[in-house]
């Protein structure tokens, strides 16, 4: 007789957009629990419908809301697939002993280097020069003015796992300075800890990796956007809601800083915002955490996060602990 436990736990994922799930359903099974797909793209109706028999749910864009929750009795864990919980109410999980778990340690090669390439291509003006020869249109002539890196200073918003890594990736490039704005962090030799308005007045590529929360919402707003050099880059691989998108457009259009390279908007999908119609902004569609290696190893160890819940044991990344 085999072993192998019955299946009567159920973990369900309420957003799809993976190749294959073959990770979840066998590492969920080696503790007695069922996997299933039931996408709610967003919805939060969508969700409250889908929950009432979880043990467990895996999420990635839908909103898990105190309704959610209260529509979900026999859960015990939120996981998300990948590192931000803004979508997840972490107050009313804690209420209901419902642990809120993510995945912080995936991607970070990827994310770390889809910022890098963001700065390069607004650096270089990669966008503008790719849409004139594709127009037909050959000129070696000054479209719009560059500025080597060499000898500028870099900003660095957060210094955990992928500004880290950002920075090791750009040391080759001979910033003269590096500011981080992280009051927690160590900081290794030779970086300078400074206040979130000073990297703002002093650096030339400023790059966000800070998490999105109450107090991080629209760090960069008008305010502080008007503080920056008109050589200043701003790159954005974290969340969209740390820049006030319209100050930024605004700044932009009036040629008042260089450019920006963004991954992450405030509203996904962002619609038909005019920060588009801008040359000197380069976008992507917050596929900079994506590999195939780096996908694979995310839902492996988002399953493995549930798997730990359901043997009783503490998430590894538990962010609602009481």
């Keep these: 007789m085999s072993g192998r436990p019955t299946l009567d736990r159920l973990v369900v994922a309420l957003d799809d ?12 099974a080696e503790v007695g629990a069922r996997f299933e797909l039931r996408p709610c793209r967003r919805n939060e109706d969508a969700a409250i419908a889908s929950v009432a028999d979880a043990d467990v ?11 959610v929750l209260e529509a979900a009795p026999r859960c015990r864990a939120v996981i998300r697939y990948g590192i931000g919980v803004d979508n997840i109410d972490q107050a009313a999980a804690r209420e209901r002993r419902i642990a809120v778990a ?39 002539g000054v479209l719009q003015p560059m500025y080597r890196l060499r000898g500028r200073t870099l900003g660095l918003v957060g210094f955990g796992r992928i500004a880290r890594m950002t920075l090791d990736k750009l040391a080759g490039f001979g910033f003269g300075r590096v500011l981080v704005h992280d009051p927690k962090s160590e900081l290794p030799a030779g970086v300078q800890r400074v206040d979130m308005d000073t990297l703002c007045a002093e650096a030339d590529v400023i790059s ?11 760090l960069l707003d008008a305010r502080r956007i008007g503080l920056m050099r008109p050589t200043a880059i701003v790159v954005n ?20 800083i260089l450019g920006a390279g963004l991954d ?15 040359d000197n902004v380069v976008v992507t569609n917050h596929m900079g955490w994506y590999s195939e290696e780096a996908m694979r190893e995310l839902q492996r160890k988002t ?19 009481w």
Excluded: K, M
């Design 208 to 218: 966000l990796h800070a998490p999105l929360n109450e107090h991080t919402r629209h």
């Design 17 to 28: 957009g993976y190749a294959a799930y073959d990770q979840e359903e066998a590492l969920l």
């Design 303 to 321: 399953a493995l996060e549930a798997a730990r819940v359901l043997r009783g044991e503490e998430p590894l990344h538990w962010l609602n602990r």
């Design 57 to 67: 749910l895996l999420v990635r864009e839908s909103p898990v809301t105190r309704r």
């Design 264 to 278: 992450v908007f405030e509203q996904e999908p962002p619609g038909a915002h005019p920060i588009f119609t801008l």
């Design 102 to 140: 993510n995945v912080p340690d995936y991607g970070t090669d990827e994310v770390s280097s889809q910022a890098v390439a963001l700065a390069l291509a607004v650096s270089r003006r990669i966008g503008l020069h790719d849409a004139e020869v594709r127009a037909g249109r050959w000129s070696t």
């Design 237 to 256: 691989t974290a969340r969209g809601g740390l820049v006030d998108t319209q100050a930024l457009y605004e700044a932009l259009r009036e040629r008042r």
